[in-house]
T-cell receptor, first 118, second 114 residues
Framework: NAGVTQTPKFQVLKTGQSMTLQCAQDMNHNSMYWYRQDPGMGLRLIYYSASEGTTDKGEVPNGYNVSRLNKREFSLRLESAAPSQTSVYFC?????????????????FGEGSRLTVL | AQSVTQPDIHITVSEGASLELRCNYS??????LFWYVQSPGQGLQLLLK??????LVQGIKGFEAEFKRSQSSFNLRKPSVHWSDAAEYFC????????????FGTGTRLTIIP
C-alpha cells in the first residue's frame, strides 16, 4: 500500500538548470497538491489540482509549473532553478469533502523531496 | 482567506510531563482543523481532525485537541509525553466549503528531555 510516492528524494541542481519532481498516488484521490517546506515558514502551497485536467495556483507559484498527467500523477517542474527554490517539497493528495459525510479533505503526504540549488 | 498561528516555535518537555501546543486560527465560519506530526526526515502524518460535533477530539498516539470557537483556538494536548513524541507539529485549517486545500501554521518543534 504505497500511498503517495515522490521521486527523487534528493536532488542537487545548479542555478538555471531544470528538473521535474514526480508524484503519484494510488488512493484514487481527486485532489493533489504541491507544498514547499522551509525553516520557520511551515508548509506553503505552490499549486494544487482539484481534479484531472485542472490546476490552480497556491500561495507561492512563481518559478514553478505543474502538470496533472492523469488522476494518479501530479508533477512539479522548475524551468530555471534558483537558490531561493532550495527547499523540501511535499506532494499530497486528499479525500473529497462530502456533504453530510465524514470525509473532511484530509491530506495524505509523500515523504518529501529535498532539493538544493547551488 | 484562512490563516493559522502557532505561537511557540520550540517547546521542551520532560518525559512523562503533560504537553499543550497552541494553535490559533482565523476563518470566517466554522473551519476544518487538523494537527499533523512530522518526524525528522519524514512526511506529515495526521494526528487528529475536527470538522463538527464534539469539540474535544481524540487522535492517535494518545493526543487530543479541543476546539474553542470563542478563542479561535485548537490546542493539542497529551497528558504524558514519551521520548518518541519528539517531532515537529503542525496545525492546519481548511475552509468548510469549496476546495480542500489546507493552510498550515509554521510549526512547533517538540524536544523531550529524559
Amino acid at each position: 500500500n504505497a500511498g503517495v510516492t515522490q521521486t527523487p528524494k534528493f536532488q542537487v541542481l545548479k542555478t538555471g538548470q531544470s528538473m521535474t519532481l514526480q508524484c503519484a498516488q494510488d488512493m484514487n484521490h481527486n485532489s493533489m497538491y504541491w507544498y514547499r517546506q522551509d525553516p520557520g515558514m511551515g508548509l506553503r502551497l505552490i499549486y494544487y489540482s482539484a481534479s484531472e485536467g485542472t490546476t490552480d495556483k497556491g500561495e507561492v507559484p512563481n518559478g514553478y509549473n505543474v502538470s496533472r498527467l492523469n488522476k494518479r500523477e501530479f508533477s512539479l517542474r522548475l524551468e530555471s532553478a534558483a537558490p531561493s527554490q532550495t527547499s523540501v517539497y511535499f506532494c499530497a493528495s486528499s479525500t473529497p469533502r462530502l456533504a453530510g459525510g465524514r470525509n473532511t479533505g484530509e491530506l495524505f503526504f509523500g515523504e518529501g523531496s529535498r532539493l538544493t540549488v547551488l | 482567506a484562512q490563516s493559522v498561528t502557532q505561537p511557540d516555535i520550540h517547546i521542551t518537555v520532560s518525559e512523562g510531563a503533560s504537553l499543550e501546543l497552541r494553535c490559533n486560527y482565523s476563518y470566517g465560519a466554522t473551519p476544518y482543523l487538523f494537527w499533523y506530526v512530522q518526524s525528522p526526515g519524514q512526511g506529515l502524518q495526521l494526528l487528529l481532525k475536527y470538522f463538527s460535533g464534539d469539540t474535544l477530539v481524540q487522535g492517535i498516539k494518545g493526543f487530543e485537541a479541543e476546539f474553542k470557537r470563542s478563542q479561535s483556538s485548537f490546542n493539542l494536548r497529551k497528558p504524558s509525553v514519551h521520548w518518541s513524541d519528539a517531532a515537529e507539529y503542525f496545525c492546519a485549517v481548511g475552509a468548510s466549503f469549496g476546495n480542500e486545500k489546507l493552510t498550515f501554521g509554521t510549526g512547533t518543534r517538540l524536544t523531550i528531555i529524559p
